[in-house]
């Protein structure tokens, strides 16, 4: 079965600074590729998506993510990091059958500080 | 905004009742995808329709139950609840109908469920 490993619980940037998230999947084949972030109290937002292609893929608010197939990741970036950009990231894969439930995993705690 | 809506937003109850959850998925979204969201396990899925019919289960308890309407929207029944079962609930939309690819996932603001 499929698997999605966030190995960062929680990160602390300052604001203006990169950022880089952390997403490793365990998968038979090519999956499709999510990354949503969630802000308190409210639902999961989809910030961008890998399905076939280009590797760099860019999402809304400034993200871009990575699929690099020898490592099985697919991580988030940033270049420069807003107050705004404080959330819950998670990373998400599907099975390459369509309209397949997500696998998420356990999500990243990003906290940005002045 | 999503387009997904879930009502209600907070319910409170006591154990061993029933609860029904309702979500009304995108305009034209065939497929209701519903998730558990707990400080321990993350977010965990629980069923999935499409266009009515079941189409996959994960990790969805005997207590629980689902259903999908003609109309398209789904409820979610929850009985002999649990303190346990406190969590917060997403309802997710997808395949537009006519779509032919795998359509991303689009969230509600869920329902949070408090059981005491």
């Known amino acids: 079965a499929q698997s999605v490993t966030q190995p960062d619980i929680h990160i602390t940037v300052s604001e203006g600074a990169s950022l880089e998230l952390r997403c490793n999947y365990s998968y038979g084949a090519t999956p499709y590729l999510f990354w949503y972030v969630q802000s308190p109290g409210q639902g999961l937002q989809l910030l961008l998506k890998?399905?076939?292609?280009?590797?760099l893929v860019q999402g809304i608010k400034g993200f871009e993510a990575e699929f690099k197939r020898s490592q099985s990741s697919f991580n988030l970036r940033k270049p420069s990091v807003h107050w705004s950009d404080a959330a819950e990231y998670f990373c998400?894969?599907?099975?390459?059958?369509?309209?397949?439930?997500?696998?998420f995993g356990k999500g990243t705690r990003l906290s940005v500080i002045a | 905004d999503s387009g997904v809506t879930q009502t209600p937003k907070h319910l409170i109850t006591a154990t061993g009742q029933r609860v029904t959850l309702r979500c009304s998925p995108r305009?034209?979204?065939?497929?209701v995808y519903w998730y558990q969201q707990s400080l321990d396990q993350g977010l965990q899925f629980l069923i999935q329709?499409?266009?009515?019919?079941?189409?996959a289960k994960g990790n969805i308890l005997e207590r629980f139950s689902a259903q999908q309407f003609p109309d398209l929207h789904s409820e979610l029944n929850l009985s002999s609840l649990e303190l346990g079962d406190s969590a917060l609930y997403f309802c997710?939309?997808?395949?537009?109908?006519?779509?032919?690819?795998?359509?991303?996932?689009?969230f509600g603001n869920g329902t949070r469920l408090t059981v005491t």
């Open positions: 329709y499409y266009n009515g019919e079941e189409r």
């Open positions: 997710a939309s997808s395949a537009p109908r006519g779509s032919s690819y795998n359509s991303p996932l689009h």
């Open positions: 305009s034209g979204d065939l497929s």
């Open positions: 998400a894969v599907g099975l390459n059958s369509g309209n397949t439930p997500l696998v």
């Open positions: 890998y399905f076939s292609g280009d590797t």
